[in-house]
């Protein structure tokens, strides 16, 4: 595997794996970076706390032997980086499903 | 005995939904797309949370969840992921109804 980094390497696999959405689906999400922020900040928030939350309350733990150390506002900067990437991996992969199936209203046809 | 991340990861999913179904009322729920979405989000879920749980990079307590795993990853991760992921997509359909903006 990738020693210290592994975590941070899973993560840029996320992103590197969901980067085609964008680039040939046309997902638009990079490119709506407002919108974007919109739907990230809040979550990051909000789950970054969670995970807060349980790491002292003792949830869950993170190996050192495949993350790096390093800590940001009490938790490993890999976590931080997760609430950022999952989200965005999930918008990408939700605005590409929306280009490829076309909305339909209650009536069936075809909006 | 219910662990506490059993019950938060419990409460995450009901917060999520009614979050969709009483303030941002985007439709989500009805919309078909959003399950296609899940679904596939679902599988690469369980694919990072093997990477995750299987070493294991991440460990958990285990009087802290039910017992049964998926891909090494207690089911409450599930949940967890459904929150995080509805939220999103909510949200994201939320700015694009306030500002006429489209999908």
Redesign the interface.
């Known amino acids: 595997?990738f020693g210290r980094a592994?975590?941070l390497v899973?993560m840029a696999a996320?992103l590197l794996?969901t980067l085609p959405l964008e680039l040939v689906l046309k997902a638009g999400v990079y490119r709506?970076p407002r919108?974007?922020l919109?739907?990230?900040v809040?979550?990051f928030l909000?789950?970054a706390l969670?995970d807060w939350v349980?790491v002292r309350?003792?949830?869950?733990?993170?190996?050192p032997?495949?993350?790096t150390g390093i800590e940001l506002l009490g938790l490993p900067l890999e976590e931080l980086v997760f609430?950022v990437v999952?989200?965005t991996?999930?918008?990408l992969?939700?605005?590409?499903?929306?280009r490829l199936?076309p909305?339909r209203d209650r009536r069936g046809a075809p909006r | 005995m219910t662990g506490e991340y059993t019950l938060a990861a419990a409460c995450g999913v009901i917060a999520a939904v009614l979050l969709e179904l009483l303030v941002l009322r985007t439709g989500l729920f009805r919309d078909p797309r959003y399950w296609v979405a899940l679904a596939i989000i679902a599988c690469f879920q369980l694919l990072v949370n093997g990477v995750l749980t299987c070493p294991p990079i991440v460990s958990y307590d285990p009087t802290q969840i039910l017992g049964p795993r998926i891909a090494c990853a207690p089911v409450e991760d599930l949940g967890f992921g459904f929150a995080m992921v509805t939220t999103t997509i909510a949200l994201w359909r939320r700015t694009a109804s306030t500002r006429g903006g489209g999908p």
């Open positions: 595997m592994t975590y899973l996320c794996v709506r919108r974007w919109a739907a990230v809040p979550v909000v789950f969670w349980a309350r003792g949830h869950w733990t993170y190996s032997r495949w993350t609430f999952v989200p991996c999930a918008l992969t939700y605005q590409a499903v929306v199936m909305a």
